[in-house]
C-alpha cells in the first residue's frame, strides 16, 4: 500500500521561503517519480514540479526561477519555495506514480499574505 504524507506549509509573508517535504511509504523506488502539484480555492489542481529518476526536474513556467524541487531519497521529495507570492497560496500535494497508478497524499497548506 502507497502513501504519501506532506509537510512543511504555513502562513508566510510575500516575499518569504517554505520547505515542503513529502514520504512516501510502500512499494516505492527511485524510479517512481514523485511530483508536486497544487490547487488554490476554487481551481483545478496544477502541476508545479517534479524530479524523475535519471532525468532533470521540470517545472511549471510560473514556479521557475523561484521552486526547486529536490528527491533525497527513493521515498522522499522536497519542495524549495523561495520568494513566495499570494498567488502562490494553495494547497500543495505530492503525487507518485507506481505500477501505472497515481497515488496523492492529503496536501499541505501554503497561505502567502501580502
Known amino acids: 500500500q502507497v502513501q504519501l504524507v506532506e509537510s512543511g506549509g504555513g502562513l508566510v509573508q510575500a516575499g518569504g521561503s517554505l520547505t515542503l517535504a513529502c514520504a512516501a511509504s510502500g512499494p516505492i523506488t527511485a524510479y517512481n517519480t514523485m511530483s508536486w502539484y497544487r490547487q488554490a480555492p476554487g481551481k483545478q489542481r496544477d502541476f508545479v514540479a517534479e524530479?524523475?529518476?535519471?532525468?532533470?526536474p521540470k517545472y511549471a513556467d510560473s514556479v521557475i526561477g523561484r521552486f526547486t524541487v529536490s528527491r533525497g531519497s527513493a521515498r522522499t521529495s522536497k519542495l524549495y519555495i523561495n520568494i513566495l507570492k499570494p498567488e502562490d497560496t494553495a494547497l500543495y500535494y505530492c503525487?507518485?506514480?507506481?505500477?501505472?497508478?497515481?497515488?496523492w497524499g492529503q496536501g499541505t497548506q501554503v497561505t502567502v499574505s501580502e
Open positions: 503525487k507518485v506514480l507506481h505500477d501505472g497508478q497515481s497515488y
Open positions: 524530479s524523475p529518476f535519471g532525468g532533470r
